[in-house]
Protein backbone atom coordinates (compact mmCIF):
# COMPACT_ATOMS: atom_id res chain seq x y z
CA UNK A 1 0.00 0.00 0.00
CA UNK A 2 1.22 3.69 -0.96
CA UNK A 3 2.33 6.05 1.45
CA UNK A 4 2.49 9.54 0.83
CA UNK A 5 4.78 12.22 2.75
CA UNK A 6 3.12 15.56 2.23
CA UNK A 7 5.85 18.47 2.23
CA UNK A 8 4.38 22.30 2.89
CA UNK A 9 6.93 24.36 1.35
CA UNK A 10 5.99 28.24 1.75
CA UNK A 11 8.11 30.99 2.87
CA UNK A 12 9.08 34.85 1.75
CA UNK A 13 11.51 33.66 -0.56
CA UNK A 14 12.11 30.41 -2.59
CA UNK A 15 14.63 29.24 -5.68
CA UNK A 16 14.78 26.11 -7.86
CA UNK A 17 17.58 26.14 -10.22
CA UNK A 18 16.52 26.55 -13.59
CA UNK A 19 19.05 26.04 -16.99
CA UNK A 20 20.42 29.03 -15.73
CA UNK A 21 24.39 29.79 -15.92
CA UNK A 22 27.03 32.41 -15.08
CA UNK A 23 25.52 35.33 -13.49
CA UNK A 24 22.10 35.05 -14.55
CA UNK A 25 21.07 32.74 -11.79
CA UNK A 26 16.99 31.90 -12.90
CA UNK A 27 13.67 30.15 -10.89
CA UNK A 28 11.65 27.50 -12.14
CA UNK A 29 7.89 28.34 -11.50
CA UNK A 30 7.80 25.10 -8.63
CA UNK A 31 9.67 22.94 -6.90
CA UNK A 32 11.64 20.41 -8.20
CA UNK A 33 11.69 16.96 -7.25
CA UNK A 34 15.56 17.27 -6.96
CA UNK A 35 15.16 20.33 -4.52
CA UNK A 36 12.82 18.45 -2.57
CA UNK A 37 14.52 14.84 -2.00
CA UNK A 38 17.51 17.14 -1.23
CA UNK A 39 15.23 19.01 1.44
CA UNK A 40 14.25 15.39 3.21
CA UNK A 41 17.95 14.30 2.62
CA UNK A 42 19.26 17.54 4.49
CA UNK A 43 16.38 16.85 7.25
CA UNK A 44 17.68 12.97 7.42
CA UNK A 45 21.44 14.23 7.93
CA UNK A 46 22.51 13.09 4.97
CA UNK A 47 25.75 13.57 3.72
CA UNK A 48 26.34 14.73 -0.34
CA UNK A 49 27.97 11.46 -1.01
CA UNK A 50 25.42 9.65 0.53
CA UNK A 51 23.15 7.01 -1.29
CA UNK A 52 19.58 8.48 -1.80
CA UNK A 53 18.58 6.08 -4.12
CA UNK A 54 15.01 5.33 -2.04
CA UNK A 55 14.32 8.99 -2.27
CA UNK A 56 14.94 9.16 -6.34
CA UNK A 57 12.72 5.80 -6.13
CA UNK A 58 9.58 7.80 -4.58
CA UNK A 59 6.77 9.39 -6.73
CA UNK A 60 6.61 13.42 -7.30
CA UNK A 61 4.14 15.42 -7.27
CA UNK A 62 3.33 19.05 -6.20
CA UNK A 63 1.21 21.42 -6.13
CA UNK A 64 0.81 25.36 -6.73
CA UNK A 65 -1.89 26.79 -3.59
CA UNK A 66 -0.12 30.14 -3.84
CA UNK A 67 2.08 30.54 -7.12
CA UNK A 68 3.59 33.78 -5.69
CA UNK A 69 5.59 36.24 -8.16
CA UNK A 70 9.06 36.31 -9.52
CA UNK A 71 11.59 38.97 -7.69
CA UNK A 72 14.36 39.72 -9.47
CA UNK A 73 17.58 41.09 -7.09
CA UNK A 74 20.84 42.50 -8.36
CA UNK A 75 23.72 42.21 -6.88
CA UNK A 76 27.33 42.80 -6.52
CA UNK A 77 30.50 42.12 -5.05
CA UNK A 78 33.90 43.21 -4.89
CA UNK A 79 34.77 47.23 -7.02
CA UNK A 80 36.53 49.52 -6.19
CA UNK A 81 40.58 49.98 -5.40
CA UNK A 82 42.25 47.23 -3.31
CA UNK A 83 43.58 48.76 -0.56
CA UNK A 84 45.74 46.17 0.70
CA UNK A 85 48.86 43.62 0.36
CA UNK A 86 46.95 40.76 0.51
CA UNK A 87 49.69 38.73 1.83
CA UNK A 88 50.64 40.79 4.32
CA UNK A 89 46.96 40.31 5.86
CA UNK A 90 47.63 36.90 6.25
CA UNK A 91 49.12 35.42 9.80
CA UNK A 92 52.82 34.25 10.14
CA UNK A 93 52.61 30.42 9.50
CA UNK A 94 49.96 30.83 6.57
CA UNK A 95 49.81 29.01 3.57
CA UNK A 96 50.57 32.13 1.06
CA UNK A 97 51.31 29.29 -1.51
CA UNK A 98 47.99 28.36 -1.82
CA UNK A 99 46.56 31.87 -0.87
CA UNK A 100 43.40 32.88 -3.38
CA UNK A 101 43.34 36.19 -3.21
CA UNK A 102 45.91 37.81 -5.88
CA UNK A 103 46.59 35.98 -9.20
CA UNK A 104 50.10 36.46 -11.04
CA UNK A 105 51.08 38.83 -8.07
CA UNK A 106 54.19 41.00 -8.36
CA UNK A 107 57.11 40.23 -6.29
CA UNK A 108 58.28 43.63 -4.45
CA UNK A 109 62.45 44.91 -4.45
CA UNK A 110 62.16 43.70 -0.33
CA UNK A 111 60.78 40.08 -1.13
CA UNK A 112 57.67 40.67 -0.18
CA UNK A 113 54.51 40.07 -2.85
CA UNK A 114 51.92 42.05 -3.13
CA UNK A 115 48.23 42.18 -5.53
CA UNK A 116 49.09 43.29 -9.39
CA UNK A 117 45.77 45.33 -8.89
CA UNK A 118 46.46 47.27 -5.69
CA UNK A 119 45.84 51.00 -5.77
CA UNK A 120 43.80 50.46 -9.25
CA UNK A 121 39.66 50.64 -9.77
CA UNK A 122 38.42 46.86 -10.84
CA UNK A 123 35.13 46.97 -11.94
CA UNK A 124 32.34 44.63 -9.51
CA UNK A 125 31.02 41.31 -10.51
CA UNK A 126 28.03 41.41 -10.96
CA UNK A 127 24.87 39.12 -10.53
CA UNK A 128 20.93 38.65 -11.22
CA UNK A 129 19.55 36.21 -9.69
CA UNK A 130 15.38 35.55 -9.46
CA UNK A 131 13.20 33.91 -6.84
CA UNK A 132 9.90 33.17 -6.19
CA UNK A 133 8.28 35.28 -3.58
CA UNK A 134 5.24 35.29 -1.54
CA UNK A 135 4.82 31.83 -2.89
CA UNK A 136 3.44 28.18 -1.26
CA UNK A 137 3.98 24.86 -2.54
CA UNK A 138 2.65 21.49 -1.43
CA UNK A 139 4.70 18.59 -2.60
CA UNK A 140 4.09 14.76 -2.16
CA UNK A 141 6.74 12.16 -1.93
CA UNK A 142 4.93 8.84 -2.48
CA UNK A 143 6.54 5.14 -1.30
CA UNK A 144 5.76 1.48 -0.66
CA UNK A 145 7.78 1.53 2.13
CA UNK A 146 5.43 2.99 5.04
CA UNK A 147 8.40 2.79 7.39
CA UNK A 148 10.43 5.13 5.14
CA UNK A 149 7.78 7.67 4.67
CA UNK A 150 7.39 7.80 8.94
CA UNK A 151 10.95 8.01 8.99
CA UNK A 152 10.89 10.92 6.54
CA UNK A 153 8.20 12.98 8.81
CA UNK A 154 9.84 12.61 11.70
CA UNK A 155 13.26 13.77 10.26
CA UNK A 156 11.37 16.52 9.11
CA UNK A 157 9.78 17.58 11.93
CA UNK A 158 13.27 17.37 14.22
CA UNK A 159 15.32 18.05 10.87
CA UNK A 160 19.42 17.07 11.38
CA UNK A 161 20.64 20.03 9.51
CA UNK A 162 18.85 23.48 8.97
CA UNK A 163 16.02 23.63 6.20
CA UNK A 164 15.93 26.07 3.16
CA UNK A 165 13.89 26.42 0.44
CA UNK A 166 16.12 25.86 -2.60
CA UNK A 167 18.85 28.43 -1.57
CA UNK A 168 20.77 28.57 1.58
CA UNK A 169 18.87 32.12 1.88
CA UNK A 170 15.08 30.90 1.55
CA UNK A 171 14.31 29.99 4.90
CA UNK A 172 10.73 28.27 5.70
CA UNK A 173 7.59 30.51 7.36
CA UNK A 174 5.99 26.69 8.46
CA UNK A 175 7.16 23.39 9.26
CA UNK A 176 7.68 21.28 6.55
CA UNK A 177 5.98 18.08 7.89
CA UNK A 178 2.05 17.93 7.07
CA UNK A 179 1.57 14.14 7.87
CA UNK A 180 1.12 10.98 5.43
CA UNK A 181 -1.58 10.01 3.25
CA UNK A 182 -2.97 6.98 2.03
CA UNK A 183 -3.36 8.53 -1.66
CA UNK A 184 -1.48 8.51 -4.38
CA UNK A 185 0.54 10.65 -6.46
CA UNK A 186 -2.21 10.90 -9.05
CA UNK A 187 -4.74 11.02 -6.29
CA UNK A 188 -3.51 13.73 -3.23
CA UNK A 189 -4.20 16.52 -5.60
CA UNK A 190 -7.24 16.95 -5.71
CA UNK A 191 -8.29 15.39 -2.30
CA UNK A 192 -6.01 17.02 0.35
CA UNK A 193 -7.64 20.54 1.35
CA UNK A 194 -5.99 23.64 0.34
CA UNK A 195 -3.17 25.37 2.26
CA UNK A 196 -4.50 27.91 4.73
CA UNK A 197 -2.33 30.51 2.21
CA UNK A 198 -3.82 29.38 -0.69
CA UNK A 199 -4.72 32.37 -3.25
CA UNK A 200 -6.37 30.22 -5.92
CA UNK A 201 -9.26 26.74 -5.27
CA UNK A 202 -7.93 25.65 -8.52
CA UNK A 203 -4.30 25.32 -8.30
CA UNK A 204 -1.83 23.90 -10.57
CA UNK A 205 -0.44 20.83 -10.03
CA UNK A 206 2.40 18.13 -11.51
CA UNK A 207 2.73 14.68 -11.10
CA UNK A 208 5.33 12.56 -12.42
CA UNK A 209 4.49 9.76 -14.55
CA UNK A 210 5.62 7.48 -17.52
CA UNK A 211 6.14 9.39 -21.20
CA UNK A 212 2.77 9.91 -22.47
CA UNK A 213 1.01 12.26 -24.44
CA UNK A 214 0.86 15.75 -22.34
CA UNK A 215 3.66 14.71 -20.52
CA UNK A 216 6.68 16.85 -20.78
CA UNK A 217 10.52 16.33 -19.87
CA UNK A 218 12.10 18.05 -16.91
CA UNK A 219 15.69 17.23 -15.95
CA UNK A 220 14.95 17.47 -12.24
CA UNK A 221 15.13 13.49 -11.40
CA UNK A 222 17.06 12.59 -8.21
CA UNK A 223 21.11 11.31 -8.63
CA UNK A 224 22.11 8.91 -6.91
CA UNK A 225 23.86 11.25 -4.67
CA UNK A 226 24.42 14.60 -4.94
CA UNK A 227 28.39 14.46 -5.60
CA UNK A 228 27.00 14.02 -9.22
CA UNK A 229 25.62 16.96 -11.21
CA UNK A 230 23.89 15.10 -13.73
CA UNK A 231 20.02 15.28 -13.35
CA UNK A 232 18.20 13.03 -15.26
CA UNK A 233 15.30 13.67 -17.09
CA UNK A 234 11.72 12.74 -15.86
CA UNK A 235 7.95 12.65 -17.39
CA UNK A 236 5.70 15.25 -15.26
CA UNK A 237 1.95 15.63 -16.42
CA UNK A 238 0.69 18.96 -15.74
CA UNK A 239 -2.76 19.40 -14.64
CA UNK A 240 -5.11 21.49 -12.47
CA UNK A 241 -6.69 20.53 -9.19
CA UNK A 242 -10.10 21.27 -7.46
CA UNK A 243 -9.35 20.73 -3.34
CA UNK A 244 -11.67 21.09 -0.96
CA UNK A 245 -10.39 24.21 1.48
CA UNK A 246 -9.43 23.83 5.09
CA UNK A 247 -8.45 26.04 7.97
CA UNK A 248 -4.88 26.02 9.75
CA UNK A 249 -4.23 22.59 11.28
Not at 162 to 188: E, I, K, M, N, V
Not at 206 to 219: H, K, L, M, N, V
Request: net charge neutral.
Amino acid sequence: MATTVLIRLSGPLQSYGASSHWTERETGPRPAKSAVAGLIANALGRERSADISELRAMTFAVRADRPGHVLTDDQTAGGGAFPFYAFETSAPGGDLRNYGVPRKPLRRPDGTVQAPWIGETRAPVQFRKHYLADAAFLAGMTTDDHSLAEHIVRALRHPSGLLFLGRRCCPLSHAPAYGTTPLGADAWPDRIPLLPEATTATPRTWTETIPQPGATPSPEQVPTTYLERDHPLMFLLPATATPPTTEEP
